[in-house]
């Protein structure tokens, strides 16, 4: 038995006390649930912990072991930092929306079972879009019903998948489960939506780029790398997931070099970072399976610091467009210089995080003889820092002047700004700490000379090409334009299902209405009022003629038998005919 508590409780339950707090304790509240939490995860041995029947199977709420114990130091981290961050907000709805939202992370990571963790991974999604509403626009309510509309189809991917997978095999664990079937492939592209695979990536740089300034802090950090989390731990080693990682660290290169929204731009090269993660993750092997993880980490410290300098402008100058912005330097520096950090560590320099944990992906490539995949990697490397280490600081602070001199950012900004910038140099300069938290055993240099000079000639021609490029006019210039992403082609395909579905179904309902519903009473109406008449003058006119009656006789017959029937006089004799008439019918018909 253990004091500590499952790491989720302690986020949730502040985030519903939040709004009870008043005052200036509420900014030390805030900050105090993330350290609190964390203390509480480093007295949690490995092992599983708080397990709970439930309809005959064992809900598992910690199982703690090296793999959810890293995700679980750097979900602490970052919630610490974006909270400092947004110390200033007085708008509770996004102070509860990005508590719940990581203590929902942290309910993934340490589920051990595919009902809880399932759970968790629905509250992530409905706590995440709290903080693209909370910015009230009418750009972000579009934006949001549009994640919460494929997260949506993603939830029932992965809980079809989960139905099937625990109907085949009788346990709910959540362990390795490998392509082997309907239900993992389910499962797989539940998992694959939330990673922003491509095709179904538009929902992020459609939904982050509306969030809020601090908001966009908590969807960089937990979303995608929760999908990162479940890969590893569930698909290790499947070789789809090295092709589609090549993928997506290759295509976002392209949009976000002609992206003016910087935060978009950013969006973009959040794909391309997760791709190595993803590509590592296939590879499968022990430093591939490292380097992908140390990257998960380094990479939510350094994208959240360049979504925090944004987001400084934005504070200060209510823009975020490149043509919009320039020559801020002068009036943020002390921004600028923790973006430039921020853009140095996304682009791997030498002291910085990011070299010390891509390069680990880029050697298990290497060393698994996977050529092609090698050199995509190669090519999205000096790509991220085309756009990311350059283009962002660039059109930011630098490029030509905007005229605008705003306010350095808040204290609290800073601060928080300051911390990430620290850890993106102490973690670049010493990787040994972190690499001791990895998964597996760490048996790998990052400083060898042909490592050092390999990527700094990268990022060096990757330079002179912007700088070529730029000087000679071939750049593509920053435009206030909206560029076409994949999600163009199913939002017209949406379009089109949503006027064949409302042709065909509501042909089909005002055919019913208009026959069936108006029509069919009509006719039954006048069928039960002379159904009688039709029944007996069917059935006696041949007797009649039989027996002679023709011409005038016949007709005045038939008036009586009319009259008969519309005032209820008709003669016994006519109705035992017709009953006579009747059952024989009916006789003959069984």
Not at 68 to 84: K, V
Not at 178 to 194: C, K, P, R
Not at 428 to 448: F, H, K, Q, R
């Amino acid at each position: 038995m253990i004091d500590a508590v499952p790491p989720a409780v302690i986020f949730i339950i502040g985030a519903l006390l939040v709004p009870l707090i008043k005052g200036k304790w509420k900014g030390a509240f805030l900050l105090l649930i993330p350290i609190v939490g964390f203390i509480n995860l480093i007295h949690i041995p490995e092992g599983t912990h708080w397990v709970v029947g439930f309809a005959g199977y064992d809900l598992v709420f910690g199982k703690v072991d090296r793999l959810s114990l890293i995700f679980g130091y750097i979900f602490h981290l970052i919630t610490f930092i974006a909270l400092l961050y947004a110390l200033h907000l007085k708008d509770d709805l996004q102070h509860v929306g990005g508590l719940i939202y990581a203590g929902s992370a942290l309910g993934v990571v340490f589920a051990g079972d595919l009902f809880s963790f399932f759970v968790f991974w629905e509250m992530l999604t409905v706590s995440s879009v709290l903080l693209i509403w909370a910015r009230r626009t009418k750009a972000s309510t579009g934006a949001g019903y549009r994640y919460l509309l494929i997260h949506a189809i993603g939830g029932l991917c992965l809980l079809a998948g989960i139905v099937l997978y625990v109907a085949q095999n009788g346990s709910i664990e959540f362990g390795y489960i490998g392509l082997n079937g309907l239900a993992s492939y389910l499962i797989f592209i539940g998992f694959g939506i939330n990673c922003a695979w491509p095709i179904f990536h538009p929902w992020l740089t459609d939904a982050y780029p509306e969030a809020t300034i601090t908001g966009v802090i908590f969807l960089s950090a937990f979303t995608t790398k929760t999908a990162v989390y479940a890969l590893a731990r569930a698909f290790p080693g499947t070789e789809a997931l090295i092709w589609i990682g090549a993928i997506m660290t290759g295509f976002p290169i392209f949009y976000a070099v002609i992206e003016n929204d910087l935060r978009r731009v950013l969006a973009y090269s959040l794909i391309n970072q997760v791709g190595f993660m993803v590509c590592g993750i296939g590879i499968g092997t022990a430093l591939a399976i490292n380097g992908a993880i140390a990257h998960a980490f380094n990479d939510i410290i350094f994208k959240s610091l360049l979504f925090m300098s944004m987001g400084a402008i934005m504070y200060r100058t209510g823009k975020i467009n490149g043509t919009a912005l320039g020559g801020l330097y002068r009036t943020m520096p002390l921004t600028c210089i923790f973006c430039m950090v921020g853009a140095a560590s996304i682009s791997a320099f030498p002291l910085f995080s990011g070299f010390v944990s891509k390069s680990m992906v880029m050697s298990a490539a290497g060393a698994g003889h996977l050529k092609i995949v090698w050199f995509i990697l190669l090519f999205a490397s000096a790509g991220v820092f085309h756009h990311a280490g350059i283009k962002i600081p660039f059109f930011a602070f630098f490029g030509h002047d905007s005229g605008m001199r705003p306010k350095e950012a808040p204290l609290n900004m800073l601060l928080a700004m300051g911390i990430a910038a620290f850890l993106c140099i102490f973690i670049g300069s010493y990787p040994g700490p972190l690499y001791s938290l990895l998964p597996y055993p760490v048996d790998y240099l990052p400083y060898t000379m042909p490592h050092v000079v390999g990527q700094t000639q990268i990022l060096f021609f990757s330079a002179l090409a912007f700088t070529l490029l730029l000087l000679a006019g071939i750049y593509p210039p920053e435009m206030r334009c909206v560029n076409i992403d994949v999600d163009w082609f199913y939002r017209k395909a949406g379009r089109l299902f949503c006027y064949v579905t409302d042709k065909v179904f509501n042909g089909i309902n005002a055919f019913s209405d208009r026959f069936i519903a108006r029509g069919l009473p009509r006719v039954l109406g006048r069928l039960s009022r002379h159904l009688p008449e039709i029944l007996t003058l069917g059935a006696m006119l041949p007797l009649w003629t039989a027996f002679g009656a023709k011409g005038e006789e016949l007709q005045v017959k038939i008036k009586k038998a009319r009259f008969a029937l519309e005032t209820g006089t008709a003669p016994i004799g006519i109705s035992a005919a017709v009953a006579t008439i009747f059952l024989v019918v009916i006789f003959f018909l069984i």
